[in-house]
């Protein structure tokens, strides 16, 4: 049983490069999400996805980008990374927004220079 | 502007019971969330509630006031390996979670 599977799982950027995350689930959820976690701080939702095809953002979307082409799979992309973005990125899916609980990766642990 | 409190750390002795409490003011309710997260791993499901109550998980237990915005977890038979963070998350009227910065438990021997 995989679940959610992030990639890479550490990752070390300059100021100013790109990079996307990368997020797979394989258990036929519909909904996903990007959050950041920083010391002394609760999980901050970057976006979210609701469907295929659908983004949104959520509390925290400046300076991050999605992408929800297939059900499975939510991308998660910095395209000017900024040493404010290092943090520990976690993707979460679950069944639905209501009763049903996030499934959380790993994590990506990124940090910028 | 919408808030989840926790205390920031506990301790508590193997075998012994904690309890640690999430107050929270949001936007709405649609139910409270407990996870747990060990250093360096993801947050793991551990309970629900979104009625007036307790719920009892085997050595886990959630409890949920609304009208005093108020639910605690208990822990009971502490063992060393329950040393992890607790995160309370509530899903607010626009059914996103709201999340506490967590209570870290060190169990002591």
């Known amino acids: 049983n995989a679940g959610v599977t992030q990639t890479p799982k550490f990752r070390v950027l300059k100021t100013g490069q790109s990079m996307t995350l990368l997020c797979a689930q394989d258990?036929?959820?519909?909904?996903m999400y990007w959050y950041r976690q920083d010391p002394g701080m609760g999980l901050r939702l970057i976006h979210y996805s609701v469907g295929e095809g659908t983004t949104a953002k959520g509390e925290v979307p400046d300076g991050y980008n999605v992408s929800r082409l297939k059900k499975q799979n939510f991308l998660l992309g910095l395209e000017s990374a900024a040493p404010s973005q290092t943090s520990v990125y976690f993707c979460?899916?679950?069944?639905?927004?209501?009763?049903?609980?996030?499934?959380f990766g790993d994590g990506t642990r990124l940090s910028i220079l | 502007g919408q808030n989840i409190d926790q205390p920031t750390e506990m301790t508590a002795t193997e075998g012994a019971i904690v309890q640690i409490n999430c107050t929270y003011q949001?936007?709405?309710?649609?139910?409270l969330f407990w996870y747990q997260q060990h250093a360096g791993e993801a947050p793991t499901f551990l309970s629900y509630n979104v009625l007036d109550g307790l719920e009892e998980k085997g050595r886990f237990s959630s409890f949920l006031s609304r009208s005093k915005g108020y639910s605690y977890l208990l822990l009971k038979e502490l063992q060393m390996k329950d040393s992890a963070s607790y995160l309370c998350a509530v899903r607010d009227s626009n059914y996103q979670l709201i999340w506490g910065a967590g209570t870290k438990l060190i169990i002591k021997p």
């Open positions: 949001t936007s709405g309710f649609n139910g």
């Open positions: 258990m036929n959820h519909e909904y």
């Open positions: 979460a899916s679950s069944l639905d927004s209501s009763s049903q609980p996030q499934h």
